[in-house]
């Protein structure tokens, strides 16, 4: 066997070792090293990789819609959502939890937490005249598309059932054992919420909701509501009634769906803030949903979605009933793509890492051996003393 080995080693007594050569062979080590650590790091980094697919994914039909804004100068008495079709008429059967907390002009929290429930929005100059009046209790037993209701929130399976009084909706609860004095103040008791903290003059909002919707195009509408308290709603002194509302906002949050790594929120920490009086604002919202599913090596999937958006603002003067103008406040429509992004997170292979760590180190004494051998013969045909053997 000994004529087949391919490592034949010289006699000890003709190798000839100098200071060069140690240095060579130092740096070498430390270069390997150095390589070593570096594709290691490469090796334990995910890879990520996009692939964009039709969507024919007909398993999810609902998503969570999560919403975190703060309205500088309006008042949460005021300030209510809706979520309609592109027809404008009312979403129907929609779990939504939506929480209202009242901000004074210094940025402190004022009073309890309100529970509100999707509720009509002021469209028209015409509605929003008729909203500055005092508070009229919608007496139904359900609502429609045309027209919403004061919910009963989680104490009926069916979210468009109504509590028209504050009475009602705690009746609602006792029966089915729930606690009818939470925390947070329903809507329909709201005057509860101004006992601690009185109303105050240029007070703002913050508004923190969470919707489970079906997986169609639609539209957020926050403005305005068509009926509310006045005596709730300070105004300042140069503002004429909500037809001049000033809609400065700024977008804390909004996502649709569970987050996961490399996930851009591009509304996140948007701020507008444009009033002119006497005008009041509409700002629109265009949102494009992009259906996302997100795998990492050895995790389950995230069904997720990301989100493109184009914008504007426009200042309106709905003073004047008569005149047609675009509704104020805030407007997000949202529409779904036809495709989905499926992005997959995938460690390097082992045998890859491998073969590259035998690259690194073969390649690197290979070279330095041929560097040693070249300073060598050098030294040899010049006959330099700084190559002789240390010894």
Not at 26 to 47: D, M
Not at 360 to 374: P, R, T, V, W
């Amino acid at each position: 066997m000994k004529s087949f080995d391919a490592f034949a080693r010289p006699v000890q007594e003709f190798q000839v070792k100098t200071a060069v050569g140690g240095y060579i062979s130092i740096a070498s080590i430390c270069l390997v090293i150095t390589l070593f650590l570096s594709e290691l790091r490469y090796f334990l980094t995910l890879e990520d990789k996009d692939q964009m697919i039709i969507d024919q994914n007909q398993d999810q039909k609902y998503l969570n819609v999560t919403m975190d804004m703060t309205f500088s100068a309006v008042p949460c008495a005021v300030l209510s959502m809706n979520l309609m079709d592109p027809k404008k008429a009312n979403v129907m059967h929609v779990s939504h939890e939506i929480y209202k907390t009242r901000i004074s002009q210094t940025g402190r929290v004022l009073g309890r937490r309100i529970r509100d429930s999707l509720t009509n929005v002021a469209a028209n100059p015409s509605e929003l005249s008729e909203a500055s009046g005092q508070e009229t209790v919608v007496k139904s037993s359900h609502a429609t598309t045309h027209m919403r209701c004061a919910s009963c929130f989680q104490s009926h399976t069916d979210e468009d059932d109504c509590c028209n009084t504050c009475e009602d909706v705690r009746k609602e609860f006792r029966q089915r054992g729930f606690n009818d004095k939470p925390e947070a103040v329903f809507a329909q008791c709201i005057k509860e919420a101004y006992e601690q903290a009185p109303a105050e003059t240029g007070e703002g909002c913050r508004l923190q909701a969470r919707l489970l919707v079906r997986k169609v195009p639609a539209i957020l509408h926050l403005g305005v509501a068509r009926t509310f308290k006045s005596e709730l709603a300070k105004l300042k002194e140069e503002e004429e009634g909500a037809a001049t509302m000033d809609f400065s906002h700024k977008i804390d949050d909004l996502s649709f769906g569970p987050a996961f790594p490399g996930l851009v929120h591009v509304l996140n920490g948007r701020q507008k803030s444009t009033h002119e009086h006497p005008t009041s604002e509409h700002y629109q919202y265009d949102v494009h949903v992009i259906p996302t599913r997100y795998q990492e090596d050895g995790a389950d999937e995230v069904p997720s979605h990301q989100y493109s958006v184009t914008e504007y603002v426009k200042a309106i003067d709905a003073r004047f009933v008569g005149h047609d103008v675009a509704a104020t406040g805030l407007w997000m429509t949202y529409d779904f793509t036809p495709f989905e992004v499926r992005v997959n997170r995938t460690r390097k292979s082992l045998w890859h890492f491998l073969t590259e760590c035998c690259a690194i180190l073969g390649g690197i004494f290979a070279f330095s051996g041929m560097l040693d051998n070249f300073a060598h013969q050098m030294s040899k045909m010049k006959g330099a003393p700084l190559w002789a053997s240390d010894g």
